[in-house]
């Protein structure tokens, strides 16, 4: 049983380019989580999503940012005109529930020069 | 408020020394508790959790304890080994849906 997948692991951009983040979850998981973490920081909460809904977005910032998780394929999270203070590793994690195990991918480190 | 305090932010011990990391969270409904071993460069790991049901669960070295009355839960590891040696973080669910984590530790153990 694979686990959490997540790529590309690391992607430079451009300040203004468009960064587009893929996750897919553990086989039999249908919950997502995104959580940024930057250097020496803990893990902040960014969005909660189940297939075609978006649960929770309480901790993504309004502009910019945005996430879905189709019927089909991984869970995208994409970041338009990017900044260099998006600079970080975007996790995603994904649990068999709510309130259950999350279990994470490896990460994508995101560098904006 | 959410809100999860974690302390020591570090922590040295030395092998075979026990190694205990306290956290404090505000929202009182609340009932899923994991805690993450994060190694540099690497991925979080879930290594124990607690649901509010229970006041105490142990793996070999790791233990966890949690009050509920007074929002408090702790790691316990005991015969701490260098491969112990990374950041950890607690984390509690909010509002069903989420998790908030702690700032985290990073534990030094000393050979």
């Known amino acids: 049983n694979a686990g959490v997948m997540q790529n590309p692991r690391h992607l430079v951009r451009r300040r203004g380019q468009e960064a587009r983040l893929r996750c897919s979850p553990m086989k039999g998981h249908s919950h997502v989580y995104w959580y940024r973490q930057l250097p020496e920081e803990g893990l902040k909460f960014m969005v909660y999503l189940q297939k075609e809904n978006i649960i929770d977005e309480s901790g993504m910032p309004k502009e910019r940012f945005s996430a879905e998780f189709p019927k089909e394929g991984p869970s995208i999270l994409r970041i338009q005109q990017v900044v260099r203070g998006d600079s970080a590793a975007y996790f995603c994690a994904s649990s068999p529930g709510r309130v259950d195990e999350q279990y994470f991918g490896p990460g994508t480190r995101l560098t904006v020069t | ?111």
């Open chain 2, 1 to 111: 408020g959410e809100n999860v305090e974690q302390h020591p932010s570090t922590l040295s011990v030395q092998e075979g020394d026990s190694a205990v990391i306290k956290c404090t969270y505000s929202d009182s409904a609340s009932n899923y508790f994991p805690w993450y071993k994060q190694e540099l460069g690497k991925r979080p790991q879930l290594i124990i959790d607690i649901r509010s049901n229970v006041g105490e669960k142990k793996d070999q070295r790791i233990a966890v304890t949690l009050n509920k009355t007074a929002k408090h839960f702790s790691l316990h590891i005991t015969e701490t080994q260098p491969e112990d040696s990374a950041v950890y973080f607690c984390a509690a669910s909010i509002r069903g849906n989420k998790l908030v984590f702690g700032a985290g530790t990073i534990l030094r153990v000393k050979s």
